[in-house]
């Protein structure tokens, strides 16, 4: 578990947009567009550190990447990637769904249209046999265009 958890940290990297501030959806598998240009220093800042934190996850080092993510929220209170970061490494390190899910709800409360937050909660509620929710939050994702989400529905549905 640990090599494809490090190895989806890195994809995640590679295809997701820094969220640290803005609350427009973010579709899995565009090419990251976070620039500094309409940014506050804290935004800035935070956007730095949560790239740090996934550095330091591709690297196994979650104690450190937690920091990092921390930290960053820590300057923008309103980074839900922070948050759906470390509800990550919560489930997949730790596997710690309980933890996951708080941070999960706090990333969603900031951005309910955050694509990766409700693709990853419909799959914790999927784990736990709650179908239902699970659904719920596929949906959602999927009718943010979300790719993934729409395959998930389907295996879902089966």
């Known amino acids: 578990m640990t090599r494809w958890f490090k190895l989806s940290i890195i994809a995640l ?15 899995s598998g565009e090419a990251t567009k976070a620039t500094s240009k309409g940014m506050s220093s804290s935004q800035k800042k935070a956007h730095i550190l949560v ?44 596997a710690d769904t309980d933890t996951a899910f708080v941070h999960l709800n706090k990333a969603l409360k900031i951005n309910p249209k955050h694509i990766e937050s409700l693709v990853l909660t419909a799959s914790l509620y999927d784990q736990q046999g709650d179908k239902a929710t699970a659904e719920k939050y596929a949906k959602k994702a999927a009718s943010l265009g979300s790719e993934s989400a729409k395959r998930y529905l389907e295996k879902l549905k089966r």
């Open 13 to 27: 990297f590679i295809i997701t947009t820094i969220g640290c501030g803005s609350k427009e959806p973010v579709k």
């Open 51 to 94: 790239d740090k934190g996934l550095i330091a996850s591709g690297k196994s080092k979650y104690e450190e990447a937690i920091k990092l993510f921390d930290e960053a929220i820590a300057e923008d209170k309103n980074c839900y990637d922070a948050y759906y970061y470390k509800g990550f490494i919560a489930w997949g390190i730790n």
